[in-house]
């Protein structure tokens, strides 16, 4: 099959702590004004992708992997994780703080739930004056210390926080206890996993006055209750190159800040390569065509992509591969 540059109908999803940056930064078809999350590309079951670019417009990604799995995914991909696409790529805005949370790790996930842990990066591409987040704690704490603080309601007290502006980066490895802060709009690549532990949410109601559920047993063996300096992502960022930002076993990442055209070999990746774009446009071109990406968008090149030639006078990318 002839994979050209892939581009996805946005799956557009409400949230309580939502707002309209999608709309109002990224250009999203949104008309709720509590849409917090915009997934770019996802086969998740329920909300997998459509493409809707070229000549396979309104296929799904789950679709095109099941009918060319080591091409579109590439041979090793492919071996790991069979059909199951492994990481799912979304923007978030955050017009109120999200609850405080944590994901289990893979072998907690699959006894638990049969599903994927759920690592996780951000990338902050606009921010409020004082927006922050919460990443981990302040101090080691132990489970009963911890237990307590849900009850005496001071896990606030505990919890540690970072300001953030435009291009700080953050890794999110599982048991790490975070939130994302009110007035954060970031992009988000992780594994492909729905699965998270919320153990503290402000005391919030939905539209229908209900309390949101809690999963304060289920994170209890989940948490690591260690205090780590390990999340704050520390790239280059030499104009025109390949930066490389995060590299784990679930995704490797790299910044890419061009203000001219760049070529790349990609034969010997033997993965698929996700462009995010996060600043300025471009036109992501392979052997089998093009597509013009901006802010806000995203593109998927199959694993089977010799050589892309990646055209601006002005982008901020980040690639993504495995």
């Known amino acids: 099959m002839n994979f050209y540059p892939l581009k996805f109908q946005p799956i557009l999803k409400e949230r309580l702590w939502g707002g309209t940056k999608l709309r109002d930064v990224l250009g999203k078809p949104i008309e709720s004004d509590i849409t917090g999350e915009s997934w770019e590309l996802s086969a998740v079951k329920g909300d997998v992708s459509i493409v809707e670019n070229g000549a396979l417009a309104g296929r799904s990604l789950q679709q095109l992997i099941d009918q060319a799995p080591g091409q579109l995914l590439g041979k090793s991909v492919y071996e790991r994780f069979g059909t199951d696409f492994p990481i799912l790529i979304k923007f978030i805005d955050a017009k109120q703080d999200l609850s405080i949370q944590l994901h289990p790790n893979d072998e907690l996930a699959k006894k638990r739930h049969n599903s994927f842990g759920k690592t996780e990066m951000w990338y902050v591409m606009d921010a409020d004056q004082d927006a922050r987040l919460i990443v981990g704690f302040n101090k080691d ?12 309601d001071s896990l606030l007290d505990l919890l540690n926080y970072e300001k953030v502006a435009e291009g700080d980066t953050f890794f999110i490895n599982t048991g790490k206890i975070h939130a994302i802060g009110a007035g954060v709009l970031l992009a988000e690549i992780q594994q492909t996993s729905d699965i998270t532990y919320r153990v503290f949410d402000f005391n919030r109601r939905d539209k229908n006055g209900n309390l949101r559920e809690l999963h304060t047993d289920l994170a209890l063996d989940a948490i690591d209750y260690t205090k780590k300096d390990d999340f704050k992502v520390a790239y280059g960022n030499q104009k025109d190159a390949v930066n490389p930002m995060v590299d784990c076993p679930y995704f490797t990442t790299n910044y890419l800040d061009l203000s001219k055209d760049l070529e790349q070999d990609l034969g010997d990746r033997d993965s698929f390569t996700i462009y995010m774009c996060v600043g300025g446009a471009a036109t992501i071109a392979n052997e089998f065509g093009s597509v013009e990406i901006e802010k806000g968008q ?7 992509t010799e050589a892309v030639k990646i055209s601006t006078d002005g982008a901020r990318l980040l690639e993504v591969s495995i």
């Not at 704490?141 to 005496?152: I, R």
């Not at 995203?298 to 089977?304: G, R, V």
């Open 141 to 152: 704490v132990t489970k009963e210390e911890y237990a307590k603080s849900l009850e005496d």
């Open 298 to 304: 995203t593109t998927l090149l199959a694993a089977s």
